[in-house]
């Protein structure tokens, strides 16, 4: 099925560009020119240490952020490898990123399960001087029962999210989102029990031609193709049924920016799937601390009391968790 996905991508993208000639998916004008502003302080680089009590049960949990992925991209475009993920598993489309709403400090959020302003990381480019994010983030975490963890990424700065010494296997990858899959499926981690997997492409286009523009959108189906594979890949090794599979965004956009309070900004999907997940509309809100928190749960290990983040019940559960306050995350 998913190959046939990838073969209806193909038709779908030529109606794209036609479309973008006739306006139908012009760009919306921004309704605020708020920017976000980074400051380059480095934070003090400190490591947790955690005491590893009985060993998780054995399963894997398979982060994918598509940076930059709007909500409403995923029916525009339409991702039908996601949409098959929306129907097999549980999502939000009304999940909320940390502000500012940008690419580093906002992935540290959604792999350390803190508030930037505990995780320390406001700067949004690539400064090994300012060395890693503060406290104990996932990777620490299920490193630290000697669990496998791995890292493919298509932006270099994603480095300092979590120390080298959490990261049995880190590979950054300079590419197209379907070259970053392909490489990684050619050299497919072992022994994982974490892995992280990051999809650029779709933000690059963004920036250059603005978010929901026709251009985007066509290389945004490229990065469902890349969850194709990945998906396929599972289902190959005979792991599908072990594994589960988080999808989800650091930022959303407006124009050719991001890093505001915009809704278009702050808004991003949030999609699961796994032996445990009961499918269904997600009422809970979702915040990307959220990610982590859930991920250590489906792993059997226990969430750090200072974590912000806290997993989504709701997913194993049915039940609409409506006690949950709404997090400013800063």
């Known amino acids: 099925m998913r190959a046939l996905h990838r073969i209806s991508h ?37 490591t947790a240490t955690f005491t590893p009590t009985p060993r998780p049960i054995e399963k894997r949990v398979i982060i994918v952020s598509i940076d930059g992925l709007r909500p409403e991209a995923i029916e525009m475009t339409p991702m039908l490898n ?27 959020s959604m792999l350390s399960g803190l508030c930037p302003s505990k995780h320390g990381v406001t700067w949004n480019d690539y400064l090994p001087e300012n060395g890693y994010a503060v406290g104990g983030d996932l990777f620490d975490l299920v490193h630290s029962f000697g669990l496998q963890t791995a890292m493919f990424v298509g932006k270099e700065k994603l480095r300092q999210v979590t120390e080298p010494s959490s990261i049995d296997e880190f590979v950054f990858i300079n ?17 994982f029990s974490l892995m992280f997997i990051h999809l650029p492409t779709t933000d690059d286009m963004g920036h250059v031609h603005g978010w929901l523009s026709a251009e985007q959108l066509s290389v945004t189906w490229r990065a469902d193709d890349a969850l194709g594979m990945l998906m396929d890949e599972l289902d190959a090794r005979g792991i599908g049924d072990e594994t589960t599979v988080i999808v989800t965004a650091d930022h959303g956009g ?16 949030w999609i699961i799937t796994g032996p445990d997940v009961v499918p269904g509309f997600i009422g809970t809100t979702v915040h990307t601390m959220d990610t982590a928190a859930t991920a250590a749960h489906v792993l059997g290990l226990s969430i750090p009391a200072e974590w912000d983040g806290v ?16 997090i400013v995350c800063e």
């Open 175 to 191: 590419d197209r989102d379907t070259v970053i899959m392909e490489q990684l499926i050619a050299n497919f981690p072992q022994d």
């Open 10 to 46: 193909l038709f779908i993208l030529a109606s794209l560009l036609a479309c973008q000639a006739s306006g139908l998916f012009a760009t919306p004008a921004p309704t605020s020119t708020v920017t976000a502003a980074f400051t380059a302080i480095p934070p003090p680089t400190s």
């Open 254 to 269: 407006h124009g050719k920016e991001h890093g505001s309070y915009l809704e278009e900004d702050m808004t991003i999907p």
């Open 311 to 326: 997993p989504v019940s709701e997913v194993f559960d049915g039940v609409p968790d409506t006690t949950r306050p709404f």
């Open 82 to 108: 996601i949409m098959q993920m929306m129907d097999e598993g549980a999502y939000s489309l009304t999940a909320r990123t940390i502000f500012p709403s940008a690419t580093l400090p906002a992935h540290a």
